[in-house]
Every structure is written in C-alpha cells, then in structure tokens.
C-alpha cells in the first residue's frame, strides 16, 4: 500500500497573471553594482513556468519519499500531462488509488517507481495493478529556511 503523498491538486485555470519586475542583471556575492538598480522588463512565472496550461496542474506534496529529489512535504508541483512520461523523469501516479509523486523506471516491459529517500523502497508495478501516470513533474515551489 502506498502512502498518499499529495495533499491537494490545483487546476491551471485557477490563476491569473501577475507581471512582476525583473531584474536583467545576475546576483552577485560580493557588492552589487550602482548601475543594476533598473528593472529591464517583467516577468509573468505562469508563462515562464507552464509550457502547456491546458494539460497543466499543480499538486501540494505530503511525505519526504522524494527529498532527494529536491521535493519536500509542502511543496507545490507543477505538472504537465502533455510531455511524455520517460525513465527517470519525475511523474505523478496513481498506483491502486493511491496518487503519488515518484521518479519512472523502465526497462524492457517492466516498470517501478522509485523514491529519491533510502527509507522507501522502488515499487514494482505487476500487470494486475491499477496504475496510470497523470503527467510529468516540470518544477517544484518551495520556501527557503
């Protein structure tokens, strides 16, 4: 049995556009530059972040089976059902009712889906399973500590 491991899917049509400032200059670890302090245009991080919004959703991560992949519980992943599902791209899955986030394997016929954690073990997908993959995970939204 599968921990559910997603708190809550969000539709793309939900959002609205939301232009911000960008800065075109890169941040620097030393002392900024007195001529980086203009704005060279904005930036909408719907268009940047979502290729595809008609096959597009976002989800709220439970569990840490995938921390190493750089997705922790609380995160937001935007996924996209338009791309192709491959081995070792991150997907969305629903194995026997249970959704989850976890990185596709293939090899021949055969197919396991993988936590990015040592403390969960890859799970091998048998014929007799319900599976199906919603979509491919394109970025994950997270707040620093």
């Known amino acids: 049995m599968i921990k559910l491991e997603i708190n809550r899917v969000i539709p793309v049509s939900a959002l609205s556009s939301l232009p ?14 007195p001529g980086d302090d203009f704005s060279e245009g904005t930036l909408d991080l ?52 249970e959704m989850t986030v976890k990185r596709l394997k293939k090899r021949g016929n055969k197919i396991w889906l993988c936590a990015e954690n040592k403390n969960y073990p890859p799970l091998f997908i048998a014929e007799d399973e319900d599976f199906s993959i919603w979509g491919v995970v394109t970025n994950a939204i997270h707040p620093l500590p």
């Open 20 to 33: 911000m400032p960008l800065f075109e200059s890169r941040v620097q670890a030393g002392f900024p530059s």
């Open 46 to 97: 719907n268009t940047y972040l979502i290729k595809h919004k008609a096959a597009t959703f976002f989800v709220r991560v439970t569990g840490d089976s995938m921390i190493g992949a750089g997705i922790f519980p609380g995160d937001i992943l935007i996924v996209d059902r338009s791309l192709t599902p491959t081995s070792g791209r991150v997907i969305i899955a629903v194995l026997n009712g």
